[in-house]
């Protein structure tokens, strides 16, 4: 179950196309514009022509302006709040503004096939998704298969569907999500065979024909579960003895997602993963003090309370639980008829330290990272409410 936890994670973390492979759908601008958030209030105070576009979110305004506009804003000392990487993408290695073009790729990493058939692309949106945008993408036919930071989703279509989607005026650009995009980094320094290969098949009705397309490729089986995370169908994570040398041929099947080093040995998690996310590393390598950027911001989680209904919670027992989670359980809800009295799993137990550890135990990694230590790990009573399913 660990692995499956892992891959989850990847998912969320891994968490670009066109016919054929169009790079861009718009043209690079001489000068990137600003785009910003802006408060009704603010909004109010200026004029439609000194933005260049302006969404209604209800609680704030997204509007996109020239350097010019920006900055005649803010000598009239109207306040907005810039959102450099509103048209940023990240997957895995790879960062890069869709304003900008595509970052350098590899040729034979790079999607070249001119195939009609549905596989992998990338949609990024004018603004923050909103529901009936995502509705208008899929009505050409197309699935939004999964959130990409920022404000864009893996899809899986046809290169015409994807055509289709770019007349849409939500759709600020679309690209290829090229093989590139696929490997992790963790694969890149092995050599020779690897004997644990994670590799995230999207399930198109055509699965075992990858996994054979794999095998064939000199792949062996090793073993598979369905992972049902997408926003629209499911990844079977499979796991296969490969050579190094075959990565690059099988990111290049159209409907393998990610792969990845799954290591057999087990390991723990730390704060590492609290100060990527709020963006406290340097280079790219994260630094100590996620509880003392909490200090410093002021928030710690401190009177929220939060429902993790997964497979329970260590000993379902706020008194006898984990000493991370101890005292920390409002309630525990048992919806699997008394099969389960404790986390026999351990999905749910790590989810809810992930939430809300608190790191009692003071034991940290060789580089001095917590373990334990949720994001919000503020002393707020009994946070987490449990559940199993």
């Keep these: 179950m660990r692995r499956k936890a892992l891959s989850v994670l990847l998912l969320a973390a891994v968490l670009c196309l066109p016919l054929g492979a169009p790079a861009s759908t718009q043209a690079v601008p001489s000068a990137p514009t600003v785009i910003a958030r802006i408060t009704p209030a603010a909004y109010q105070r ?46 895995l290695d790879y ?20 195939s009609h058939e549905a596989s992998f692309h990338l949609v990024q949106l004018v603004g923050p998704p909103r529901d009936e945008w995502l509705k208008d993408l899929e009505g050409t036919g197309l699935l939004a298969l999964q959130y990409v930071p920022q404000n864009a989703y893996l899809v899986w279509s046809t290169p015409a569907q994807v055509k289709a989607a770019q007349a ?22 092995k050599a020779g065979l690897v004997e644990n290969v994670n590799v995230l098949v999207y399930d ?10 794999i095998e064939k490729l000199g792949g062996r089986y090793v073993q598979d579960f369905a992972m049902p995370v997408l ?8 796991i296969f003895c490969l050579d190094a040398a075959l990565l690059d041929d099988v990111a290049r099947l159209p409907n393998v997602f990610h792969l990845d080093y799954a290591s057999p040995e087990p390991g723990l998690d730390d704060e590492v993963s609290n100060q990527i996310v709020v963006g406290n590393h340097a280079g790219g390598v994260p630094y100590i003090g996620y509880q003392s950027w909490l200090t410093a ?5 401190s009177g929220v309370r939060i429902a993790d209904v997964d497979t329970g919670c260590d000993t379902n027992n706020s008194a006898t639980a984990h000493q991370d989670i101890r005292g920390r359980i409002a309630a525990f809800v048992d919806y699997s008829g008394g099969g389960h009295p404790t986390d ?37 009573g009994r946070p987490v409410a449990a559940g199993n399913a």
């Design 344 to 380: 026999d799993d351990g999905h749910g137990t790590h989810t809810a330290g992930i939430i809300a550890g608190n790191a009692a135990l003071g034991i940290t990694d060789a580089n001095g990272f917590l373990y334990g230590l949720g994001v919000a790990p503020g002393p707020c």
């Design 46 to 91: 200026i004029a439609p022509n000194q933005v260049t576009s302006a969404i209604h979110y209800g609680g704030f305004v997204w509007v996109e302006m020239t350097p010019q506009q920006a900055a005649a804003l803010r000598q009239a000392g109207v306040p907005y709040e810039p959102q450099p990487h509103a048209t940023r993408i990240g997957l």
């Design 168 to 189: 849409a005026p939500s759709v600020r650009w679309t690209g290829a999500f090229h093989p590139a995009y696929k490997i992790a980094s963790t694969l890149s320094a």
């Design 297 to 301: 911001k002021g928030v710690d989680g």
């Design 95 to 114: 960062a890069f503004d869709t304003r900008q073009g595509e970052p350098a790729i590899p040729v034979d990493l790079r999607t070249t096939s001119d």
């Design 204 to 213: 198109d009705g055509h699965v075992k024909e990858t996994l054979a397309a």
């Design 231 to 238: 926003r629209r169908g499911r990844l079977v994570d499979v």
